[in-house]
């Protein structure tokens, strides 16, 4: 079975800084896809940025970028020039391939952003 | 426009009581699943479905039922077998076909029990 990783409960950036939340997690699989998904107060969930495990080029959404390391089985997220907005849970969270582990993602604990003025 | 609607928004219920959430999706998307999230943890996979008239347990099914019997429908049961029912319930959906098993949510529902 898949485990997702969140090492860091909470974190916190001034604003306009730049912010990395760290993933790791555990498979055997060889084919698989990475999401980042933020909740905010209003907790509704969010898709940010995913990664496709067989594409080298880390993934980029404006000011969120990550730093996907397959033979450590990192997954990062980096943000940008901060913004208030962007206080929220962020989860980390893996898809197998669907021919063996089916459509369900694991998500990880989150991490507690809060940005300050 | 195209999305997942969740109802009611918040839900009581007295202890005992069966009640259930409402999902509905209009995304034509062939996955549902349904999670149940508690405070300041992550989300944890109660049941969800493939197809129509199909569905598998997740990683707390206990006290729990669920239904598949159309393509946008899947509500969740809470019983009175699940002994702690008092969370936030997100539903969420996601094509089965194609490169991305990425999931969208709805809006949750807030349960209660008094």
């Known amino acids: 079975a898949q485990t997702v990783t969140q090492s860091q409960p909470e974190m916190s950036v001034q604003e306009a800084e730049t912010v990395t939340l760290s993933c790791t997690y555990d498979?055997?699989?060889?084919?698989?896809?990475l999401f980042w998904y933020k909740q905010p107060p209003s907790r509704q969930m969010i898709l940010v940025i995913r990664?496709?495990?067989?594409?080298?080029q880390n993934a980029t959404e404006n000011r969120f970028s990550v730093n996907f390391q397959k033979a450590a089985k990192s997954f990062s997220l980096k943000i940008s020039d901060s913004q208030l907005g962007d206080t929220a849970m962020y989860f980390c969270?893996?898809?197998?391939?669907?021919?063996?582990?089916?459509?369900?993602?694991?998500f990880g604990e989150g991490t507690q952003l809060t940005v300050n003025p | 426009d195209g999305g997942i609607t969740q109802s009611p928004k918040y839900l009581f219920r007295k202890e005992g009581q069966n009640v259930t959430l409402s999902c509905e999706q209009n995304?034509?998307?062939?996955?549902m699943y349904w999670y149940r999230q508690d405070p300041g943890q992550g989300l944890r996979l109660i049941y969800y479905?493939?197809?129509?008239?199909?569905?598998q347990k997740g990683d707390i099914a206990e006290g729990y039922s669920v239904s598949r019997e159309k393509k946008e429908s899947f509500p969740l049961t809470v019983t009175s077998a699940q002994k702690n029912p008092t969370a936030f319930y997100l539903c969420?959906?996601?094509?089965?076909?194609?490169?991305?098993?990425?999931?969208?949510f709805g809006p949750g529902t807030r349960l209660t029990v008094l």
């Open positions: 990664q496709e495990a067989y594409k080298q």
């Open positions: 969270a893996f898809g197998g391939d669907r021919e063996t582990s089916g459509s369900r993602l694991t």
């Open positions: 479905s493939q197809i129509v008239n199909d569905f």
């Open positions: 498979t055997s699989e060889n084919n698989y896809y």
């Open positions: 995304l034509n998307h062939d996955a």
């Open positions: 969420a959906s996601s094509r089965f076909s194609g490169p991305y098993n990425e999931q969208f």
